[in-house]
């Protein structure tokens, strides 16, 4: 009898102990693929960022809000985009050959010669 009452109180300890430890799993968020998301300007005379979402491209002005630039995205290889997008402040269109030359980082040159840069947000 006294072993029954030992092993019925052991079993209660450990199912309280068990109610009080928690098993939290570490959850890990899913690395973004390709350029997909946003996307802050590294340098230059404005703050923006831009978002490629699903072939789209948008920049806008972080101060403001402005939409600086409108346009498409396209796959060339792996790590590697062009951007074909018009200006709304000089109504031009232009073409930019970007490299993911980090998961976080864009490297970017535009058919002005111009170079930029972007960060993952």
Not at 5 to 23: E, H, N, P, Q, Y
Request: with cysteine; proline share 3%; charged share 10%.
């Amino acid at each position: 009898m006294r072993t029954r009452k030992t092993a019925v109180a052991a079993t209660f300890i450990a199912m309280l102990l068990g109610a009080c430890t928690t098993s939290e799993r570490a959850s890990v968020a899913p690395q973004p693929q390709g350029v997909e998301g946003r996307w802050n300007a590294l340098g230059g005379p404005v703050a923006y960022s831009a978002t490629f979402n699903n072939g789209r491209f948008a920049s806008v002005e972080q101060g403001t809000g402005g939409v600086l630039a409108t346009g498409t995205y396209s796959q060339l290889g792996p790590g590697q985009i062009n951007i074909l997008y018009t200006s709304r402040t000089t109504n031009q269109q232009q073409s930019a050959n970007c490299n993911l030359v980090q998961s976080n980082r864009l490297a970017c040159a535009a058919s002005s010669g111009t170079r930029f840069e972007f960060t993952r947000v």
